[in-house]
């Protein structure tokens, strides 16, 4: 089995030890200092008290790989589409693409059922260009649940989780998914393959819409967050408006609101993703997290007053920063009073 990690990042390096360790022809894409730290020395995992080196093949050129059996994304979602062209030698008749990104993916409305199927979702895949150059068909959910962070050049430090739970669009379980999920059990990971997707995708998403951007903010960890009353109430409720949003799509919720947040508070001390990449100066993912939602609540016709208010701020926060070049809509309720 040959494996591509695309963006062999804190995620994609952590995937990349522990898939090469099980016997995986694994070749990793990454750039920089990071890359040439992995082809000098190996690309080291430090998980525990243990220290994993192992010596993949590492490039910045797809070109030298050829077509793989899986390519496993692990870039930021809004990275994607600049690199579609130097994805293409990587895909043959038979490639699956598994997104293993935060928030919506582009085949999100593939084999969906209802009046969006085949839709595209212009704030993650502007022009649709992932769903026609990557196709649909090729796809396999992930979501990502471990903590990972790049320590130094070649080295990743595990902190926490394991899970990396799959699913096909139409909710098969597929021969080409159960053979993942089969590699990613073998290399230590834990890889069930769900019927429903979609509700996995919704339930991660769920905290990273208001958590991330209400931390990009404030500055706070989620244990702030979740504890103190006026930032749980608007987390609340931007978590109840994309509730709705995405029942209307046909999602079923596991948990309720109020545990949701709790599971987040537990956490602890920890800088989301988007106060992370506002602290080091990284573009951040605003659109894939919190502007997809208010495009697909503009689809739904679901108001959206929270999350839309908490949208601008954050965005026009990353703009400052240099951070962010999106457009985030008004609320309608924004265009009436200024009308007025």
């Known amino acids: 089995m040959k494996i591509c990690i695309y963006g062999a990042g804190a995620i994609g390096g952590y995937l990349g030890v522990q898939l090469a360790r099980a016997g995986v022809e694994v070749s990793l894409v990454a750039r920089g200092a990071h890359l040439a730290a992995m082809k000098a020395n190996g690309l080291k995992l430090l ?6 080196i192992v010596h993949p093949r590492c490039t910045d050129d797809p070109a030298e790989l050829g077509a793989q059996d899986f390519v496993i ?14 994805m293409q030698p990587l895909l043959g008749p038979h490639t699956r693409i598994v997104t293993a990104v935060n928030g919506i993916p582009y085949w999100y409305f593939h084999k ?13 895949d502007p022009g649709g260009r992932q769903w026609r150059e990557l196709g649909p068909e090729r796809a396999i959910g992930c979501i990502v649940y471990p903590a990972t962070e790049i ?3 070649g080295v990743i430090r595990h902190v926490y989780g394991d899970r990396f739970p799959l699913g096909e669009p139409s ?8 053979r993942l999920s089969d590699v990613f059990t073998k290399a230590g990971m834990q890889a069930p393959v769900l019927e429903r997707i979609r509700d ?18 404030t500055h706070a960890t989620l244990d702030v967050i979740c504890s103190d009353p006026p930032t749980r109430a ?14 209307t799509f046909g999602v079923k919720f596991r948990v309720d609101v109020e545990r949701r947040i709790e599971g987040a508070r537990k956490v602890g001390a920890h800088k989301t993703s988007m106060l992370q990449d506002l602290e080091r100066s990284r573009p951040m993912e605003i659109d894939p997290l919190v502007t997809v939602v208010q495009e697909m609540g503009r689809l739904t016709g679901i108001p959206t007053p929270s999350l839309d208010a908490m949208l601008a701020l954050a965005a026009q926060r990353a703009r400052i920063a240099g951070l962010y070049d999106g457009t985030v809509l008004p609320s309608p309720e924004a265009k009436v009073a200024a009308v007025t």
Not at 73 to 86: D, F, N, P, Q, W
């Open 47 to 52: 998980i525990g008290d243990e220290e994993r």
């Open 73 to 86: 994304i692990c870039l930021k979602a809004h990275s994607i589409t600049g690199v579609l062209e130097r």
């Open 112 to 124: 969906h059922g209802g009046a969006h199927q085949g839709s595209t979702l212009e704030t993650i």
């Open 151 to 153: 320590e130094a050049p």
């Open 171 to 178: 909710g098969e379980i597929t021969e080409d998914v159960q």
């Open 200 to 217: 996995e995708i919704w339930l991660k998403l769920w905290g990273n819409v208001c958590f991330n951007p209400i931390s990009a903010l």
């Open 234 to 247: 608007l987390s609340k409720a931007i978590m109840l408006e994309t509730q709705a949003i995405a029942e």
